[in-house]
T-cell receptor, first 117, second 112 residues
Framework: AQTVTQSQPEMSVQEAETVTLSCTYD???????LFWYKQPPSRQMILVIR??????QNATENRFSVNFQKAAKSFSLKISDSQLGDTAMYFC??????????????FGKGITLSVRP | DGGITQSPKYLFRKEGQNVTLSCEQN?????MYWYRQDPGQGLRLIYY???????QKGDIAEGYSVSREKKESFPLTVTSAQKNPTAFYLC???????????FGNGTRLTVT
């Protein structure tokens, strides 16, 4: 079974600064995806970024980037130039890859990020 | 526009009553999922379905039931056997093949 751990329940950052959200996971699988989802106060779940485990290069989407350390089973999210609209709950999630079948998405407990003006 | 529709947004029921949450998608996705979200618990998987007329239990299936008679629809019934039904319920779907999940806007169920 896979587990995803987000040990920080809350973080706060000043607008325009950079913040890093931590995530670790545990699995015996070798082929998998990792995700960060954002849940703003509207409670809509929004995909922020995805990382394939077989790729060594860290994924980047505009102001969002990840630091993927496969050996350490660590997957942190860096938000640069934080904006007020980044205030949300952020979930780290894991999906094992199985040929010919859909996989389940396992979530961490989430971290509440507040961006201060 | 394609998407996932969950209805209603808020639902209130008396204890002991079964209640069904609706989830419809027009994305032509094969797989559909139901998650439950509680404060401090993240999202936990209740049931998922990869194809029509087939579904599997997730991590917290007790007290819930589902059906998948049509590709577009995956309703969730919260039965009276579910001990703590008050929660926020999220439905999601994905294309077959380990692609990211797309989520609906959720249903907040309150049982008193």
């Amino acid at each position: 079974a896979q587990t995803v751990t987000q040990s920080q329940p809350e973080m706060s950052v000043q607008e325009a600064e950079t913040v890093t959200l931590s995530c670790t996971y545990d699995t015996s699988e070798n082929n998998y995806y990792l995700f960060w989802y954002k849940q703003p106060p509207s409670r809509q779940m929004i995909l922020v970024i995805r990382q394939e485990a077989y790729k060594q290069q860290n994924a980047t989407e505009n102001r969002f980037s990840v630091n993927f350390q496969k050996a350490a089973k660590s997957f942190s999210l860096k938000i640069s130039d934080s904006q007020l609209g980044d205030t949300a709950m952020y979930f780290c999630a894991f999906m094992a890859v199985y040929t010919g079948a859909n996989s389940k998405l396992t979530f961490g407990k989430g971290i509440t990020l507040s961006v201060r003006p | 526009d394609g998407g996932i529709t969950q209805s209603p947004k808020y639902l209130f029921r008396k204890e002991g009553q079964n209640v069904t949450l609706s989830c419809e998608q027009n994305l032509n996705h094969d797989a559909m999922y139901w998650y439950r979200q509680d404060p401090g618990q993240g999202l936990r998987l209740i049931y998922y379905s990869q194809i029509v007329n087939d579904f599997q239990k997730g991590d917290i299936a007790e007290g819930y039931s589902v059906s998948r008679e049509k590709k577009e629809s995956f309703p969730l019934t919260v039965t009276s056997a579910q001990k703590n039904p008050t929660a926020f319920y999220l439905c999601a779907s994905s294309i077959m093949g380990n692609s990211p999940l797309h989520f609906g806007n959720g249903t907040r169920l309150t049982v008193t």
